[in-house]
T-cell receptor, first 114, second 112 residues
Framework: DAGVIQSPRHEVTEMGQEVTLRCKPISGHNSLFWYRQTMMRGLELLIYFNNNVPIDDSGMPEDRFSAKMPNASFSTLKIQPSEPRDSAVYFC????????????FGPGTRLTVL | DAKTTQPPSMDCAEGRAANLPCNHSTISGNEYVYWYRQIHSQGPQYIIHGLKNNETNEMASLIITEDRKSSTLILPHATLRDTAVYYCIVRDTSGGSYIPTFGRGTSLIVHP
């Protein structure tokens, strides 16, 4: 398996622009997680899905952030409008819904908002 | 979920065992202990997990104290490639809903 795939790997945009990050989980996994990592705050969970349904989005910083999972093999994290403080590395991870579980992380998307 | 406490940094000589401690004094009976690591510029990588018993796999060993209030991750023969941030997490997944908290982890530097 190719593992969790994220695109783009790097994104540079200007403040106010819309940004869409994409994730393809490992085939057969039914949980998907979006994380954000910064030097100041470390690794934070933004939202996670079980069987394509959002379970907990309490980590989403504000209404400018939205995430969707239209099917089991694809998810997006959208920021509109983007702000410089959104600059971070965004990771997607997937796992099986089971106890205990193991999360497999993608390589991340490094976002820079100018 | 219970919180964990880890030293911010450690160092180890190449070829020696690296012992990374983690305190989780408020852990409850149905919470697992997980360890992940993150090598620079990569996504976190799962290492090992355990509930009560000690565990070993091809990457590491996990020693959990009898009262489960602390654990130690052991890399038996550390290499330069083991230089990374190591995260100890405790999570209750029995209810199906959880928010794993990675914290700051321990930055392990393996030197020649």
């Amino acid at each position: 398996d190719a593992g969790v795939i994220q695109s783009p790997r790097h994104e540079v945009t200007e403040m106010g622009q819309e940004v869409t990050l994409r994730c393809k989980p490992i085939s057969g996994h039914n949980s998907l997680f979006w994380y954000r990592q910064t030097m100041m705050r470390g690794l934070e969970l933004l939202i996670y899905f079980n069987n394509n349904v959002p379970i907990d989005d309490s980590g989403m910083p504000e209404d400018r952030f939205s995430a969707k999972m239209p099917n089991a093999s694809f998810s997006t994290l959208k920021i509109q409008p983007s702000e410089p403080r959104d600059s971070a590395v965004y990771f997607c991870a997937s796992s099986l819904v089971q106890v205990p579980d193991t999360q497999y992380f993608g390589p991340g998307t490094r976002l820079t908002v100018l | 979920d219970a919180k964990t406490t880890q030293p911010p940094s450690m160092d180890c000589a190449e070829g020696r065992a690296a012992n990374l401690p983690c305190n989780h004094s408020t852990i409850s009976g149905n919470e697992y202990v997980y360890w992940y690591r993150q090598i620079h510029s990569q996504g976190p990588q799962y290492i090992i997990h355990g509930l009560k018993n000690n565990e070993t796999n091809e990457m590491a060993s996990l020693i959990i104290t009898e009262d489960r209030k602390s654990s130690t991750l052991i890399l038996p023969h550390a290499t330069l490639r083991d230089t990374a941030v190591y995260y100890c997490i405790v999570r209750d997944t029995s209810g199906g809903s959880y928010i794993p908290t990675f914290g700051r982890g321990t930055s392990l530097i393996v030197h020649p």
